[in-house]
Structures are given as structure tokens and as C-alpha cells.
């Protein structure tokens, strides 16, 4: 590459996609440069370190599958790890890999502009510093702009405020405090029962009741981890080849020996063959995570309205005091419209004498006081807010970052009707610059591991080859950009995710003046990887390539 440029490839970001551009583009031979706004790796884990933080999905799934090395020496102590071990796994490939040479840590970038005459990128970092490079990977993560409700009064609490998504990273004592909670959704519901467990008194303010189902608790067996380890290599393509990006590989010969007692009965296809108090002594036998079995759920209204009404009877029996389980039950919106929320002890936390539960619907929050949370019925008085209240998801850390493609547009102002890039990959408007699991991707609904790895190859292998075409610039079609919106738009109509009594932050519904759009592609990770194939081996269909000829020959135009 030519030495125009501070550097080859800048990547924004120093999360998993991040630290996977780097190590993949740096094994190419390009100068790469890494500014992340955190002091250390880790993304994701490394902002949401609130007690109870952990992955939804097995950590032997919810691994890299690049190195065969790491794999085989990396021991998980759970099943579904703790934020902890995930981030100890974060540092570990740090240091593995050398990455943090080429990681700035404490660097927010705040402008980002195509300098057009020369066909670079320029990224100005918060304290100022201006850096370019030709070809910019926003790595910037789809959950890393925490959302704080515009409460009024909020800034004049005395006590301390907290937001699950960036916790400190020094250890926080709740002990003895009397700590309030707003928001009840994955980060909610985690962190409840664990701040119940060390306050001496939690209220939580629930505006939406969740559907959540019990977690997996179980301790790793060395037995299945070297199983898994034994096979990876074909774990990684049932991985690639699955809607969601998890093998589900089950371990045959650790298992084998383990098994005691009887076999369960196995479940009938359809919900609907079961009476109300069949599905509701399923619950009771086998909790509430039971319902999710039943995939006709997902798509007919009627079976998913028979296992939301089995969910809520199940929950009336998890819950001692009557008038606190009917405030738990959702009743406005079925299972699988939202990401499905797991848990650990989330319902028995609201037997406990030491928790109260208000629910905003009825009792809504009049405004935050020096000492506490004013709702209609009076003040609670707190020491503590906690902030569970989501993120500006998918699209905030793009449109934080002052984006500026071509002839100035900026990116803010492309998609004030709501995103639309190529693929998730790239924008129109936007030549060299690519997205990591951007909007229009399978990103949140895959196992976020294997879609980062599957779009940081895509991008390296794009880039080499614009090297080795001697292609100057690359940037989607608008009509292929619009066609991709349209299928992505159609592919999510008629499904639960998108019913009209669906409110979820999917569709950005979670903050307000958000377009409300289905960001993530629902057609599942093997059909859209197919697709992002075939366009390659169409000579990257729906882009437009640009020589380095053509270039210089419109500039001389101009
Ligand atoms: P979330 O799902 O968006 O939930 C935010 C919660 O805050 C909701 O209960 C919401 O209520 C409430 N809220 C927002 N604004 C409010 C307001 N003004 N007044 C009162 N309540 C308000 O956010 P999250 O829990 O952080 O989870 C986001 C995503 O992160 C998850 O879906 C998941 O993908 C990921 N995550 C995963 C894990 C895991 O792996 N286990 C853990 C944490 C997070 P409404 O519903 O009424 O808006």
C-alpha cells in the first residue's frame, strides 16, 4: 500500500470484532492502528461489569474459532461464563496474540470524514489528535452506548448513580445501602438478585414485565470441554452452517456415563395438542425455559398466546405474594418478540423481605429527587440508582461518532429515516469504510463471535483484494443497498419479532425519535453468509469497484 496514510487500516474499537481485525489484518502485512475508548480489550465485558453479568450463550460456543492453539489450551470454568472469565479470556487473547502494541486505549474517536480528493479517512480522536488511514473498520459493537432515560430532575440525586452498562471497574460496595433499579430487561434481570443479595434494601422500578426463563448453572465438566475440543474443527462448521451461529453439538462419550434415572417423556411437536394445565404441569416439572422447546411458538399466534398464559400461571406459582406476581406477568407482548432473557433466581428475589417491586404502569415515575425516586404514591428514598435501561442499540455508536462520507453527508443525516448499508458490511456514501455486524446483518440474533469472525474475514479478504486488483475504493450500489433493506424489511415481516405488539430495542423502539426499523437480519447466518459469498465470487456484486485510474482521472475533471 502506499505510504500516504498514517496507517493501512484504522479499526475503531477494541472488542472481540476489534481485536479480530486487528490480528487478521495485521497477519496480512497491513499497518493497522486500534483506538478504543476503554482503558483496556474486552468490549462488551469489558463496560458491563455489573454483579451478575454474564453470557447468554455457551462459552465453548461463544469462543474464537480462529486460532486451533487457543481452543485447545483455554479452560472455561461454566457453562454460560461469568463477565469475569470472559474478560480474562479477552486479555488473554491480548496478550497472546500481541495486540495491545497496536491498541490506543483511552481514545474516543469523534469525527470520522472521508477526505474525498485524496481517498482516505481521517478520525479525530476527543483530546484532538487527527489520524488517517485508506480504509476504516468500525468495530464499535451493537450494545455500547448505554441508554439513560432524560428523567426530569435526574442530575439532582445526591446519591450514587450507576448504569450496568458502563460499571466501574472498581469494586462497588452496596452494603447496607438502599439501592433502587430501573429497567428490567437481560441486564435487569441479572444484576436484581445479586444486588438484592448485598443491599440492605433494593426497590425496582419495572416499567415492562420480562419473560425470562432459569439459566443454565452448571460448572464446565473437563470431560465435554475435551470433547468439544476434540471435534472444533467440525463445531466451527455446524457453527457457520446454523440459523444462529451455535452448533448445539452434543458431546456423545461424556455424557454417555453421566445419565441416571429414567428419561424424560419427549415433548410433543405442537403446543396446541397440550391442555392449559398440561402445559402448565410441564412448567411446573421442568420450569418455565420448557415453553421455548416448542418452536411453532415463533411463528403462530395462537400457540405462542397458549405459552405466554402457561409462562404467566407459572410465574403466579414462583412468586409468594399474589399482587407482586401479577405485576411480574407480561401480558402486552409474546415470548420471542424481545432477545430471550435467562436468569438466576429472578423471581424468588421477589420473596425476599428486602425487595420491593413498583410498577411504573400503575405508579409512574414523577421525577428523581435529591434523596430518591419520587413515583405518584411518594418518595423512596436511595442511596443508590442503578440505570438498567439498555443501550442506543446497533446504530448509536455509528451515528456517535461523526461520520462524514462523500460530499460531506453525513451519516446521521443518511439514515434519519432509519439504516440502510449493504449487507451490514458497508454504505453508500461511505467508499472504504465498513461496518462490523452493522444493521442489515445477522449480528444480535447470532452467536456474536461467530458473525464477527465471519465479517472481519469477509472485510480483510475484500481489502487484499482491492490491493491485489490494484482497486482503489469500494462502496455499495445504492440499489443494491436498497434491494438488501427491502429483503432485510421482508424477511422479518410476519414474524413475532415484528408484531404490532412487539416493543423491543430490535426495532429501536427502546429510545425515543428512533426510526422504527428491524435493524438485525433475520433470514439466519448460513443464508446470509451464502449470499455474502456468492457476491464475492461475483466480482463483489452490488459494489462499485473503483480503480486507481479512475480516480485520478475524475480528480483531474474536477
Ligand atoms: P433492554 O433489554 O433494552 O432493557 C431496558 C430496560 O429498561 C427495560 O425494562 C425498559 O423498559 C427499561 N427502561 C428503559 N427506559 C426506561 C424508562 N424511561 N423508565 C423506566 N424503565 C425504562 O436493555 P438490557 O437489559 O441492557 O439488555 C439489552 C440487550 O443486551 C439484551 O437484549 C441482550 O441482547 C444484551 N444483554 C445480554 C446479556 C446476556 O448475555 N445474558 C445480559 C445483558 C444484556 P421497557 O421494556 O418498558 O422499555
Same mark, same amino acid.
Given at each position: ?25 495485521? $497477519?496480512?502485512? &497491513? ?19 455489573? !454483579?451478575?453479568?454474564?453470557? =447468554? ?11 486451533? @492453539? ?24 491480548? *496478550? ?84 433502587? #433499579? ?17 443491599? @440492605? ?16 448453572? $452448571?460448572?464446565? %465438566? ?8 476434540? &471435534? ?37 411437536? *405442537? ?6 394445565? /398440561? ?33 404467566? /400461571? ?6 409468594? =405474594? !399474589? ?29 425476599? =423481605?428486602?425487595?420491593?417491586?413498583? *410498577? ?39 451515528? %456517535? ?15 434519519? &429515516? ?8 458497508? #454504505? ?18 447470532? $452467536? ?14 475484500? #481489502? ?6 490494484? #482497486? ?6 445504492? @440499489?443494491?443497498? /436498497? ?6 424489511? /421482508? ?24 426510526? %422504527? ?42
Amino acid at each position: 500500500m502506499t505510504k500516504e496514510s498514517d496507517y493501512d487500516v484504522i479499526v475503531v474499537g477494541g472488542g472481540f470484532a476489534g481485536m479480530y481485525a486487528l490480528y487478521r489484518l495485521r $497477519n496480512q502485512g &497491513h499497518s493497522v492502528r486500534v483506538l478504543e475508548a476503554g482503558s483496556d480489550v474486552g468490549g462488551t465485558w469489558f463496560w458491563n461489569r455489573y !454483579p451478575g453479568a454474564r453470557c =447468554d450463550v455457551p462459552s465453548l460456543e461463544y469462543s474464537y474459532g480462529f486460532s486451533k @492453539e487457543l481452543e485447545q489450551e483455554w479452560d472455561w470454568p461454566e457453562v454460560f461464563s461469568a463477565q469475569p472469565d470472559i474478560l480474562r479470556y479477552a486479555n488473554h487473547v491480548a *496478550d497472546r496474540f500481541d495486540l495491545r502494541r497496536d491498541i490506543q486505549f483511552n481514545t474516543r474517536v469523534v469525527g470520522v470524514t472521508y477526505l474525498e480528493t485524496q481517498n482516505l479517512w481521517q478520525l479525530r480522536t476527543e483530546d484532538n489528535a487527527v489520524l488517517t488511514s485508506r480504509f476504516c473498520v468500525m468495530a464499535t459493537g451493537c450494545l455500547s452506548v448505554p441508554n439513560k432515560p432524560d428523567l426530569p430532575g435526574a442530575d439532582s440525586f445526591t446519591g450514587r448513580v450507576l448504569h450496568t452498562g458502563s460499571w466501574p471497574n472498581e469494586p462497588v460496595s452496596l452494603s447496607g445501602q438502599r439501592v433502587g #433499579i430501573i429497567g428490567t430487561g437481560s441486564s435487569g434481570v441479572q444484576a436484581i438478585p445479586e444486588l438484592a443479595r448485598e443491599a @440492605e434494601h433494593l426497590t425496582v422500578f419495572q416499567r415492562t414485565p420480562v419473560y425470562t426463563v432459569p439459566a443454565n448453572r $452448571n460448572r464446565m %465438566r473437563p470431560a465435554v470441554q475435551d470433547e468439544f475440543r476434540e &471435534h472444533y474443527p467440525q463445531i466451527r462448521e455446524m457453527q457457520r452452517n446454523n440459523f444462529g451461529g451455535v452448533s448445539g453439538f452434543q458431546p456423545v462419550k461424556s455424557v454417555a456415563h453421566k445419565s441416571t434415572g429414567e428419561p424424560r417423556p419427549s415433548l410433543p411437536k *405442537d403446543i396446541l395438542s397440550l391442555t392449559h394445565a /398440561e402445559r402448565v404441569a410441564l412448567v411446573e416439572d421442568r420450569s418455565l425455559a420448557v415453553l421455548l422447546a416448542f418452536p411453532g411458538i415463533y411463528s403462530d399466534p395462537q400457540a405462542n398466546e397458549a405459552a405466554n398464559e402457561a409462562y404467566r /400461571e407459572g410465574v403466579r406459582r414462583l412468586v409468594n =405474594d !399474589p399482587a407482586t406476581a401479577e405485576k411480574l406477568l407480561p401480558k402486552t407482548y409474546g415470548l420471542g418478540c424481545k432477545r430471550q432473557v435467562l436468569d438466576r433466581d429472578y423471581y424468588a428475589t421477589f420473596n425476599r =423481605d428486602n425487595v420491593t417491586l413498583v *410498577d411504573l404502569m400503575e405508579d409512574p415515575i414523577v421525577s428523581i429527587q435529591p434523596t430518591g425516586v419520587e413515583t405518584g404514591s411518594g418518595l423512596r428514598q436511595l442511596d443508590v440508582l442503578v440505570y438498567a435501561t439498555g443501550f442506543d442499540a446497533m446504530t448509536g455508536a455509528l451515528l %456517535r461518532a461523526g461520520i462524514k462520507g462523500r460530499g460531506g453527508e453525513t451519516l446521521n443525516n443518511k439514515w434519519r &429515516h432509519g439504516p440502510a448499508a449493504y449487507l451490514g458490511l458497508q #454504505i453508500s456514501g461511505f467508499p472504504n469504510l465498513f461496518t462490523v455486524t452493522g444493521p442489515g446483518s445477522p449480528s444480535v440474533l447470532c $452467536n456474536m463471535l461467530v458473525a464477527i469472525e465471519q465479517h472481519v474475514d469477509w472485510i480483510v479478504d475484500c #481489502i487484499s483484494y482491492l490491493e491485489e486488483n490494484g #482497486i482503489d475504493s469500494i462502496e455499495p450500489l445504492p @440499489e443494491a443497498e /436498497e434491494q438488501w433493506v427491502n429483503h432485510v424489511n /421482508e424477511v422479518a415481516r410476519g414474524t413475532m419479532y415484528t408484531a404490532p405488539t412487539c416493543n423491543s430495542w430490535y426495532l429501536g423502539a427502546n429510545i425515543e425519535g428512533k426510526p %422504527r426499523i428491524f435493524m438485525p437480519y433475520v433470514g439466519g447466518l448460513p443464508r446470509y453468509r451464502e449470499r455474502c459469498e456468492e457476491i464475492v465470487m461475483q466480482g463483489y456484486a452490488g459494489f462499485e469497484l473503483k480503480p486507481a485510474r479512475a480516480r485520478s482521472a475524475n480528480q483531474s475533471k474536477n
